[in-house]
């Protein structure tokens, strides 16, 4: 079974439904083609193709066009060459009407309204000629009126000229109403072709269509619907197509097009006839050719779909974050590759339809405008399940080598527990398959500051960026009071350098959940309490905090709603630049060291930073912080839902 869109795409697997169990198995995969679909979806754009009316007229047209010029030329064939000469003459010539046998003078009209009839005599005509023989200077010029003049000289021509006069005074007296210039004949003429292309041309024209909408009738012995839906060049049909053996089977419909608009188009109906074209038998690559080059009122013969369709539902429109990157043209089971909607991790979408709970139809935020259709992406839980999968089909190619590396890797993550105590069950490596959260537009209160967390490896100038920010700004920024079980210092405030509590009082609020990071150093334990957080917040201050990844779960799942920025580390070259302002001369594997653990972090948590800032110079990442800080004041912000129930 092969499947076409409506809209002008090649797609993968899912018919309808797209893409379930049986896809992952390695199950037969379906073809769903969209037509007339808009580029920035993948679709050609085809030329626009007449209808074969109008095609006619304009045939019509220019073969009249083409039988007035060849009539002309042939005109011009016949005249005289010698003649020509003639008229070159500004004396005499064949516009000069004495050297016509006879002329007409409607220059001085008579009084009886007869319109002038003059007669030239021979004597007349004799003296033309010899004046026009004066008047030419080539030899050959004059041999022909020397011809002419014999022939006037003849017994038998100066007779026939007699009848001639004769016969035109009794003849040629024209009846009222009378000619206004000696063009009249001519214009009539051009008048009576004009009126014939007109006629022709209304009798040609189809005749009008009705208004679109929806009939029933019989076709061939079996109900089938007749529907009309009106397709502009600007809004996309959005439909899918697929093969059923000979028959053409709608297959979904594309949010944004015109055949969700017009609510006619069902899917699982047969496509039997477009605008007169059957359409059974041919392959959805037929299909979209056909479909192409069509806009206007486009004319379905339908056999409706057998399945009851369901009452129109008005979807609720979801916003998610995407924790993953897509690209579909890397996706084996995208029912339709040329729909497919790429992303990248961090994006917000806005999914409109999940009729299909495997692919979702939706839009990137901001592309609205330049996305008339809406794009395919992987609902959530078929997302999770081919994750799995996945995930389940690599162990099992190596899992020697695998469990080796497992085994390095929980390694790994102990001794890291020596700096960060994980008294809780927030690895993030254990997480569930990261595919969306449901997102919410949120504007920070004016008097409760969301506090700003910089995330990122050592050496990228995170702690020096807050530094200046609470040196510059003191009267806005702050940071919060980290616990310790050490014993106080000479010099030290309790509650302004640190907050100092007995070990079991700080086993009791990490046991708790109220530390967002924690460690031991010299058998005393620090740490930073969402508590110290919130007393920052309740100042109307702005709390600001460096931290590694493992205190983000945390931190995200407490009431504060921080924003996230990831500090990344430029090129290795630049790196060694700025750390060498510094008096710093890393060596080059200390270098990769850093660049490799941003790229892991950026790996694992990525989908949880609001922003990212490349430090390649001190200066410009800072007014960059600035500025995102400044935007929070200004602009709403998406938020995860759970932060705002």
């Known amino acids: 079974m092969t499947t076409s869109h409506l809209n002008g795409h090649v797609g993968g697997a899912g018919e309808g439904g797209g893409g379930g169990e049986e896809e992952l198995r390695g199950g037969q995969q379906h073809r769903e083609m969209a037509v007339d679909c808009p580029g920035e979806l993948g679709s050609r754009t085809l030329p626009v193709r007449r209808s074969a009316q109008l095609e006619r007229i304009r045939q019509h047209q220019e073969d009249l066009r083409r039988r007035r010029e060849e009539e002309g030329r042939q005109l011009d064939l016949n005249a005289s060459l010698r003649l020509r000469k003639l008229s070159q003459n500004p004396h005499v010539g064949i516009d000069n009407p004495t050297f016509l046998v006879e002329s007409y003078t409607p220059q001085q009209p008579p009084l009886d309204g007869q319109h002038t009839h003059t007669l030239l005599e021979l004597e007349e005509l004799l003296l033309s000629l010899k004046q026009v023989q004066g008047c030419l200077s080539d030899q050959q010029s004059q041999s022909d009126i020397e011809l002419v003049l014999a022939l006037l000289h003849k017994s038998d021509f100066q007779s026939a000229l007699r009848i001639h006069n004769a016969v035109a005074t009794s003849m040629h007296r024209p009846s009222p109403p009378y000619p206004h210039t000696q063009q009249a004949h001519q214009l009539a003429v051009e008048a009576l072709l004009l009126a014939h292309d007109s006629v022709a041309e209304r009798e040609m024209q189809p005749e009008p269509l009705p208004p679109p909408g929806e009939t029933l009738t019989q076709w061939g012995g079996e109900t089938v619907k007749i529907v009309r839906i009106e397709k502009a060049r600007d809004i996309p049909l959005g439909a899918t197509v697929r093969n059923d053996m000979d028959?053409?089977?709608?297959?979904?419909?594309?949010?944004?097009?015109?055949?969700?608009?017009?609510?006619?188009?069902?899917?699982?109906?047969?496509?039997l006839e477009i605008n007169g074209i059957e359409i059974r038998g041919k392959d959805v690559n037929q299909v979209f050719d056909i479909l192409a080059d069509m806009h206007g009122v486009l004319t379905f013969v339908l056999i409706p779909s057998s399945q009851s369709k369901p009452p129109p539902v008005k979807e609720t429109v979801v916003h998610v974050k995407a924790h993953f990157d897509y690209d579909p043209s890397d996706d084996p089971y995208v029912p339709c590759r040329e729909l497919g909607l790429s992303f990248q991790k961090g994006d917000i979408l806005h999914i409109i339809?999940?009729?299909?709970?495997?692919?979702?139809?939706?839009?990137?935020?901001?592309?609205?405008?330049?996305?008339?259709?809406?794009?395919?992406?992987?609902?959530?839980?078929?997302?999770?399940?081919?994750?799995?999968?996945?995930?389940?089909?690599?162990?099992?190619?190596?899992p020697e080598k695998s469990g080796k590396l497992w085994c390095a890797k929980k390694n790994k993550r102990k001794r890291k527990k020596l700096l960060y105590n994980a008294h809780r069950n927030d690895d993030l490596d254990n997480e569930e398959i990261l595919t969306y959260e449901e997102m919410a537009l949120y504007h920070q209160p004016a008097n409760r500051k969301r506090p700003i967390a910089l995330i990122g490896p050592g050496s990228c100038g995170q702690a020096e960026l807050r530094q200046r920010l609470l040196n510059n700004q003191p009267e806005r920024f702050a940071g919060a009071v980290p616990h310790t079980t050490r014993s106080r210092r000479e010099g030290e405030l309790n509650g302004r350098d640190y907050q100092f509590v007995s070990r079991q009082t700080f086993e009791a609020e990490l046991a708790a959940g109220k530390l967002i990071e924690s460690g031991e150093f010299e058998k005393n334990l620090y740490g930073t309490s969402t508590d110290s957080v919130r007393q920052v917040i309740n100042t109307g201050?702005?709390?600001?905090?460096?931290?590694?990844?493992?205190?983000?779960?945390?931190?995200?799942?407490?009431?504060?709603?921080?924003?996230?920025?990831?500090?990344?580390?430029?090129?290795?070259?630049?790196?060694r630049a700025l750390l060498a302002k510094d008096n710093k001369n890393p060596k080059p594997e200390e270098l990769r060291e850093i660049i490799e653990k941003a790229r892991e972090m950026e790996q694992s948590c990525g989908h949880l930073f609001d922003a990212v800032i490349v430090n390649s110079d001190q200066d410009k990442a800072f007014n960059e912080l600035l500025r995102l800080i400044n935007k929070l004041d200004t602009e709403p912000q998406w938020v995860p839902c759970s932060w705002l129930r």
């Open 541 to 575: 201050k702005i709390c600001l905090l460096c931290l590694h990844t493992q205190s983000l779960k945390v931190l995200r799942s407490s009431d504060l709603k921080p924003y996230i920025i990831f500090i990344a580390p430029p090129s290795q070259e630049r790196l």
């Open 247 to 271: 028959s053409v089977v709608i297959s979904r419909i594309v949010r944004g097009g015109a055949a969700e608009r017009s609510g006619l188009l069902t899917e699982g109906d047969e496509i």
């Open 353 to 398: 339809s999940q009729t299909d709970p495997n692919w979702w139809q939706a839009y990137r935020d901001g592309d609205e405008e330049n996305q008339p259709l809406a794009g395919l992406v992987p609902g959530k839980s078929f997302q999770q399940q081919r994750e799995a999968m996945k995930q389940t089909i690599e162990e099992d190619k190596e």
